[in-house]
């Protein structure tokens, strides 16, 4: 099985500010056959279901602000905030979906 | 829209069974790999189990603390899938989401349905 770490736990940033979480795998989750990474990014407010903001490691789904943007490769991403909102106060989780699928244990995003 | 409802959560007793289920509107659940996914109360997301796509055979994988106590399986004719939880533990407590793998990823998801395992 492949394990997702996710850092920080915990995050503060100030309004308008970057913020900037890591996911990191346990194994490649690159599919050398199509060149795609299989992860995906969710954000989670309280009492909501997750909502998907990033797939393929880095294809915003549509809706979802340009503030929002992933990076990365085979075993070490990222998903950045470029100008925190108060509405992005939130959990955020890694996802991957190239074997049966596990997610990271979530990063807290609050205003510092 | 398409769109996920479960339901059938509630309170049962520590070895005592429930069965939820997840009612699919605005697709053919069939068509997709459809997951479960809980979250403890306060804790993070984890996997549960999947049943795949009919096309895909209709085989089901699950996470290795629910293996050979979980069952998911699934309603053609009523657009439903359910989660069979058999010898339930303390542990097992969670709001319980489906979620379809329409593209690989996870969307769209239910708004979840809260079981609870306590004497």
């Known amino acids: 099985d492949i394990v997702m770490t996710q850092s920080p736990d915990s995050l503060a940033v100030s309004l308008g500010e970057r913020a900037t979480i890591n996911c990191k795998s346990s194994q490649s989750v690159l599919y050398i056959s199509n060149n795609k990474n299989y992860l995906a990014w969710y954000q989670q407010k309280p009492g909501q279901p997750p909502k998907v903001l990033i797939y393929?490691?880095?294809t915003r789904e549509s809706g979802v602000p340009d503030r929002f943007s992933g990076s990365g490769s085979v075993t070490d991403f990222t998903l950045t905030i470029s100008s925190l909102q108060a509405e992005d106060v939130a959990v955020y989780y890694c996802q991957q979906y190239y074997t049966t699928p596990s997610f990271g244990q979530g990063t807290k995003v609050e205003i510092k | 829209e398409v769109q996920l409802v479960e339901s059938g959560g509630g309170l049962v007793k520590p070895g005592g069974s429930l069965r939820i289920s997840c009612a699919g509107s605005g697709f053919t659940l069939s068509t997709a790999w459809m997951s479960w996914v809980r979250q403890a109360p306060g804790k993070g997301l984890e996997w549960v189990g999947r049943i795949k796509s009919k096309s895909d055979g209709d085989t089901t994988d699950y996470a290795a603390p629910v293996k050979g106590r979980f069952t998911i399986s699934r309603d053609d004719s009523e657009n439903i899938v359910y989660l069979q939880m058999n010898s339930l533990k303390a542990e097992d407590t969670a709001v319980y989401f489906c979620?379809?793998?329409?593209?690989?990823?996870?969307?769209?998801w239910g708004q979840g349905t809260l079981v609870t395992v306590s004497s």
């Open positions: 979620a379809a793998a329409l593209n690989n990823w996870f969307d769209p």
């Open positions: 393929w490691a880095s």
